[in-house]
């Protein structure tokens, strides 16, 4: 049984740092890309940032360009999305995701999901 599971959401200042992590079990995780995406409330869900198999290549929305940065870790089979100067629009349930053929902003390539963890940004 496949499993993604999200960590390290929380509350935080605006221009501080939070580290979120997905950890994967029941696949072999360097054989998907991944995807992180997040969804406010009353918002559809929408992308953030997407690595390829290993992570060498790496695409991020305009708004988080340049203030996140992914990261992954085969080995452990864990993924990382570095978030710096966080703003409160950033403020959203964070989401990654495991597509096994593709890789990018589209939700539709990817096969398998995490619960989410919660991130806010107070003012």
């Known amino acids: 049984q496949v499993q993604l599971v999200e960590s390290g959401g929380g509350l935080v200042q605006a221009g501080g740092s939070l580290r979120l992590s997905c950890t994967a079990s029941?696949?072999?995780?360097?054989?998907?890309?991944v995807g992180w995406f997040r969804q406010a409330p009353g918002k559809e869900r929408e992308f953030v940032a997407a690595l390829d198999r290993s992570g060498g290549t790496a695409d991020y929305a305009d708004s988080v360009k340049g203030r996140f940065t992914g990261s992954r870790d085969n080995a452990k089979n864990t993924v990382y999305l570095q978030m710096n100067s966080l703003k409160p629009e950033d403020s959203a349930v964070y989401y990654c995701?495991?597509?096994?053929?593709?890789?990018?902003?589209?939700?539709?390539?990817?096969?398998?999901w995490g619960q989410g963890t919660a991130v806010t940004v107070s003012s």
């Open positions: 029941g696949v072999t995780f360097s054989w998907y890309g």
């Open positions: 995701a495991a597509a096994l053929m593709a890789w990018g902003r589209q939700i539709i390539h990817y096969d398998y």
